[in-house]
Nanobody, 123 residues
Framework: QLQAWGGGLVQAGGSLRLSCAASGRPFGPYATAWFRQAPGKEREFVAAISWSGGITYYSDFVQGRFTIARDNAKNSVYLQMNSLKPEDTALYYC??????????????????WGQGTQVTVSS
C-alpha cells in the first residue's frame, strides 16, 4: 500500500515537499511516479523515477520547478515542488509499477496507486 503526505496550503512562489512510502513491503524494484488531478480535470502525469534513481521523467509544466527523488534505504519517494503556481493546485497521487516495469511505462500507466494528498496554491 502506498501512502502519500506533505500536501498543504501555500502561497504562489512557495514550496512543498511531498513524500510517499510503501507499507508492508519494500519499495523495490519499482519505478515510482507522481500524478495529479485538479477539480474537473483528468488525472495527469507529473514526474517519474526509476528504482535506481538514475532515470527521471517530468511533464513539461513542472520541468525546472519540481524534482523527484528517492531514498530506497527509507523506502520513500519524494517530490520537491518549488515556485508553485495556483495552477498546481490539485490532489497529488503517488503511484508505482510492477517489479521491473520500465519507468516510461510507469509514467503512462502505473499498477499501484496511493491515496492523494491535497496541494493548494493561493495567488
Amino acid at each position: 500500500q502506498l501512502q502519500a503526505w506533505g500536501g498543504g496550503l501555500v502561497q504562489a512562489g512557495g514550496s512543498l515537499r511531498l513524500s510517499c512510502a510503501a507499507s508492508g513491503r519494500p519499495f523495490g524494484p519499482y519505478a515510482t511516479a507522481w500524478f495529479r488531478q485538479a477539480p474537473g480535470k483528468e488525472r495527469e502525469f507529473v514526474a517519474a523515477i526509476s528504482w535506481s534513481g538514475g532515470i527521471t521523467y517530468y511533464s513539461d509544466f513542472v520541468q525546472g520547478r519540481f524534482t523527484i527523488a528517492r531514498d530506497n534505504a527509507k523506502n520513500s519517494v519524494y517530490l520537491q515542488m518549488n515556485s508553485l503556481k495556483p495552477e498546481d493546485t490539485a490532489l497529488y497521487y503517488c503511484a508505482a509499477g510492477a517489479a521491473n516495469t520500465p519507468t516510461a511505462a510507469v509514467a503512462r500507466q502505473p499498477r499501484y496507486w496511493g491515496q492523494g494528498t491535497q496541494v493548494t496554491v493561493s495567488s
